[in-house]
């Protein structure tokens, strides 16, 4: 599950990063406030889209397993790990 949060955390900063890109290509200061303030609502909204549009294809192709699950447990003294059958 961390996997994910983080790649979606990933996914959203794309925009951030780019821009950032964008300011050092054209020799602007990178950490002033005023560099960043008219455009950062469109790089969340921006960011925001890409995360939605990650969820959507991951929703979309992501691998279905089409067995039931089977929780864990014991047989004959013996742990046996749970998955889909």
Do not use: C, K
Not at 5 to 26: D, Q, Y
Not at 44 to 59: D, E, K, N, R
Request: aromatic fraction near 12%.
């Amino acid at each position: 599950m961390i996997r994910v949060l983080i790649e979606e955390l990933a996914l959203f900063l794309v925009p951030f990063l780019l821009f950032a890109v964008m300011l050092v290509l054209t020799r602007r200061r990178v950490l002033a406030i005023d560099s960043w303030s008219r455009s950062f609502t469109w790089l969340v909204l921006a960011g925001l889209g890409i995360v939605v549009g990650g969820f959507l294809l991951t929703g979309i192709f992501a691998e279905r397993q089409t067995g039931p699950y089977v929780p864990p447990h014991m047989e004959d003294g013996r742990p046996v790990p749970g998955g889909f059958r």
